[in-house]
């Protein structure tokens, strides 16, 4: 009986480890836009976010990753304008901790329950063509954000690399990264 007591409590917990891990990086794009006609690129709304800080550094990531596949920031007349925004949500896990001669369930031993929570944020990035003012290119990031500033901006940044691997579409099916996917995890 014991055993499987045991395979019980590992299967749980491991199911809380998953829920807990939660990052996830997609993209999706207009598959009738030729996206090599776009050269240049403006903010038409920068990313609201909880933290003041992070307005910059999500600009700063995201400029650096257009600039690197050929575009140039422009304050007028873009080809293409951004739109993002980070929005969180406070969420909790409940862990249990079992000690002395038992599991909890025979009578032997103590267990304890705690409520653990942590923020999960998520991030949008939208590509608008100026013209037509349509979406033409959308990523998103959800994960789980750190209560550290320097680690908050490490794991944006990271989001932001992994989701613009979408961008151009086929960018990232002929880089040497591997297989193209528009599900990008760790």
């Not at 055993?3 to 480890?17: D, E, F, N, Q, R």
């Not at 862990?95 to 942590?118: K, L, N």
């Not at 579409?169 to 996917?181: D, H, I, N």
Request: hydrophobic share 35%.
């Amino acid at each position: 009986m014991r055993p499987a007591k045991i395979l019980v409590t590992l299967g749980l917990l491991l199911l809380t480890a998953t829920v807990v891990r939660a990052d996830k990086i997609t993209f999706d794009y207009d598959h009738n836009v030729n996206f090599s006609r776009y050269r240049t690129f403006m903010w038409m709304q920068e990313p609201e976010t909880p933290d003041p800080f992070m307005k910059e550094r999500l600009v700063r990531a995201v400029n650096a990753q257009l600039t690197a596949r050929g575009l140039r920031l422009v304050t007028s007349k873009p080809d293409i304008v951004i739109g993002a925004s980070l929005s969180t949500e406070e969420k909790q896990v409940w862990d249990t901790y079992y000690t002395g001669g038992g599991w909890g369930w025979d009578g032997g031993g103590w267990s304890t329950t705690e409520m653990r929570t942590y923020v999960v944020g998520t991030l949008v990035v939208d590509l608008i063509d100026s013209r037509t003012r349509k979406v033409v290119w959308q990523g998103t990031a959800v994960d789980k954000l750190s209560r550290k500033p320097e680690k908050r901006t490490k794991d944006s940044d990271k989001w932001i690399q992994k989701m613009f691997r979408g961008y151009p579409p086929g960018f990232f099916e002929t880089s040497t990264l591997g297989k193209a996917t528009n599900v990008i995890g760790d």
